[in-house]
C-alpha cells in the first residue's frame, strides 16, 4: 500500500486516521452526558453506576459503557467497584457551574446542529446550507417556529458568552470608552461583564424586540441598570448612535459578504469620525495550521445561508468597504478574537 504523500510520514499511521473519523463519536457520547445531566449526579462526589444510571433514568450496563468512554478522555474518572467521579474538565458540564458549556453539548448533540452535519456532502456540492435543505427551510425561521429549538440554541449561546466573555476582558483594553453600544448583544452576558471590570463606562444593548426581556433582567440582577439602556431594533435597518465604540460578538459570521457589510455600513452611520469598532469572531488562521475556527466555518456552512467564519486579510476587505481601518487582531484565550478597527 503506498504511503500518503505530505507531512511527516514516520508520524502517519491507519490508527491516527481512525482516531480522526471517530471523533464524531467522542462528541456524541459528551453531548449524550450533557442532556441525561451527569455532570450534576456527580456534583457531589463519586456514585455507583447504578446510582447515576437512576438518576438519570437509563440503563446500568449502558451507563457503565458511556462513563468508561468517557473517563477515556478526561470527563471523569473510574474508581474500584464501578463508581466515577467528576473530573475539572467534566465539571464544565455541571449546570451550575460558573463557566458551565452543558448548553453548547446539548446544541452540538441536538438535531438542530447533528441533521445538517450530516448533510454537510449537500453543502460541499451545492454551496447552499444543508439546514434548508433538512429542515424545509432557513435555519432563523425553523428556529422561530420551534420554541423547544429556540431554547437549546439560546442555552448553547449564552453557554458559549459565559466561557468567551472573560477572555475577552482580559484581553482588552476597554480604558476610554465612555459609552459601549453592543450590537446584537443577545441578553447582554459580554455588556455585564466589560461594565463591571470598568465602573465609569455605560452601556447600551440594541437587540431583536423577543430578546430585549432577557437583557433587561440580566443586567438588572448584576447591578447594572444604572449604567445601562436597552434598546430594540433591526441591525439591517439601523443602530443606535451616540457610543464612543461598538461591539459585535459572533454577529458578523452569521452573514454572507453583502449581510456583514451592510450591519457595518450601518454601524459607520451611527459614528462620528475615530469611533472604535470592536468584532468578537474567529480569525481563520492562514495555512495548515490547526484551527478550530476552519471547523467553525464549516458550522456556518451547513447552518445558515452565506455566513462564514473569515480570515484577517478578509476582515480588512470587509472594514474597507464599510468605511473603517481594521486596526489591530486581539487574541484572547478563547479561540476567538477582537478584531478593531477605526471610523474613517
Known sequence: MPEPAGGNERDVSPRMLMELIAGAWRSQAICVAAELGIADILKDGPRSTEEIARAANGSEDAMYRLLRALASVGLCSSLPERRFSLTPLGAYLRSDASVSLRGYARFVGHDLTRRPWGNLTHSVRTGMPAADHVFGMGLFDYVAKHPDVAAVLNDAMTAVTTAESPAVVEAYDFSGIDTLVDVGGGHGLLLASILKVNPGMRGVLFELPHAVDGATSILRR???????????????????????????????????????????????????????????????????????????????????????????????????????????????????????????
Request: with cysteine.
Open 222 to 344: 448584576e447591578g447594572l441598570a444604572n449604567r445601562s439602556a436597552v434598546m430594540s431594533g433591526d441591525f439591517f435597518e439601523s443602530v443606535p448612535d451616540g457610543g464612543d465604540a461598538y461591539i459585535m460578538k459572533r454577529v458578523i459570521h452569521d452573514w454572507d459578504n453583502e449581510g456583514a457589510r451592510r450591519i457595518l455600513q450601518n454601524c459607520h452611520r451611527a459614528m462620528r469620525a475615530g469611533t472604535r469598532l470592536l468584532v468578537v469572531e474567529h480569525v481563520v488562521s492562514p495555512g495548515d495550521d490547526p484551527d478550530i475556527g476552519k471547523f467553525f466555518d464549516l458550522q456556518m456552512l451547513v447552518l445558515t445561508a452565506g455566513g462564514r467564519e473569515r480570515t484577517q486579510t478578509e476582515f480588512r476587505e470587509l472594514y474597507e468597504e464599510a468605511g473603517f481601518d481594521l486596526t489591530r487582531v486581539v487574541a484572547t484565550k478563547n479561540p476567538v478574537h477582537v478584531i478593531e478597527g477605526v471610523r474613517r
